[in-house]
């Protein structure tokens, strides 16, 4: 197995984007999105907090699958600025799902 060269260790993006699918899932699933942003209200807010919701599960979804392909595709782990490219783009694609969360939030209330 071909070991990645980085100027940090390849964990530190892989920790982030843990961290990160978890708290997109608690927001989500654990009702914090719900509970932060409409905290009671209308059903008309939980309806459009779902729509948000939803639409931030699709980069959601995109992280998620670019960060197993850093780590099982051969191509990726063998060369070291692939790696970079798949972590770098499911950290943005986490963080445009959040933010995309929270700013639906803001907007459902």
Do not use: N
């Not at 719900?34 to 459009?48: D, M, T």
């Amino acid at each position: 197995m071909a070991r990645v060269r980085l100027g940090f260790s390849p964990i530190l993006p892989t920790i982030a984007s843990f961290l990160l699918a978890t708290l997109w899932g608690l927001s989500v699933f654990a009702g914090w999105g719900l509970e932060a942003f409409c905290g009671g209200s209308s059903p008309s807010c939980v309806q459009r907090l779902a729509v948000f919701s939803s639409v931030s599960g699709l980069f959601a979804a995109v992280a998620a699958c670019l960060t197993v392909a850093a780590w099982a595709l051969p191509a990726a782990r063998q060369d070291e600025r692939t790696f970079t490219r798949f972590m770098g783009l499911s950290v943005a694609s986490w963080i445009a799902a959040e933010g995309l969360l929270f700013l639906g939030g803001l907007l459902a209330k």
